[in-house]
C-alpha cells in the first residue's frame, strides 16, 4: 500500500521509469536510491516499499530485509568508495518524508571534521553546484550493482 502525497509512494508508483540513481536495488520488501540534492556521491536512502511511518510498524520480513540491506550496501560502499565506515540514520521527520528511511552514508577518510557524525547532514544543505550529478549518481548506481550482484530486480 501506498500513499499519494507520500514522495517515496510517488516513486514506487513509477518504479519501472525509474533512473538507476532512483532504483540502485529493490526486493520485494525495500528499494535503495541515491539521495537527493547530496554533495557526497553515494549517499544512500534504503526504504520499504510499503508506506509506513514508524520503525515499530515495520513487519518482521521488511525489519529483517531493511537489517540485511544495511549490511550488503554498506559493504558495497565500501567496495565502491573505499569509505572507512558507513552511518546508518533514521529520522522520517522532514515534510514530504515521513515515510521510513534510513540513510546510508559512507564515511571517507578525507571528511572533514565538521561533517563527520551527525554534521553529516550539512552536505544535504550545500550549494545547488556541490550537488552530485544526476549522471554521477547513475554512475555510482550502476558501480554499486555490479557489487550487489547485478541489476535491481535481480537483488
Avoid at 25 to 35: G, I, L
Avoid at 57 to 77: F, I, K, M, N, Y
Wanted: proline content about 6%; charged content about 25%; hydrophobic content about 40%.
Amino acid at each position: 500500500m501506498t500513499t499519494p502525497d507520500c514522495y517515496a509512494c510517488g516513486k514506487e508508483a513509477e518504479l519501472n521509469e525509474l533512473p538507476p540513481r532512483e532504483r540502485v536495488a529493490q526486493d520485494r520488501h525495500c528499494r535503495v536510491a541515491h539521495a537527493l540534492n547530496s554533495a557526497l556521491p553515494g549517499w544512500l536512502v534504503l526504504l520499504p516499499r510499503r508506506h509506513v511511518v514508524a520503525v515499530h510498524d515495520l513487519t518482521d520480513a521488511e525489519a529483517s530485509a531493511l537489517g540485511a540491506w544495511q549490511v550488503r550496501l554498506s559493504r558495497a560502499l565500501r567496495s565502491v568508495t573505499g569509505c572507512t565506515k558507513t552511518y546508518v540514520v533514521q529520522f522520517a521527520e522532514a515534510e514530504g518524508f515521513a515515510h521510513v528511511h534510513f540513510h546510508i552514508v559512507p564515511r571517507t577518510a578525507d571528511l572533514l571534521p565538521e561533517h563527520r557524525g551527525p554534521g553529516v547532514f550539512g552536505l544535504l544543505r550545500r550549494p545547488e553546484q556541490e550537488w552530485v550529478t544526476a549522471e554521477q549518481a547513475d554512475r555510482m548506481a550502476h558501480a554499486l550493482r555490479s557489487r550487489l550482484g547485478g541489476h535491481p530486480d535481480a537483488l
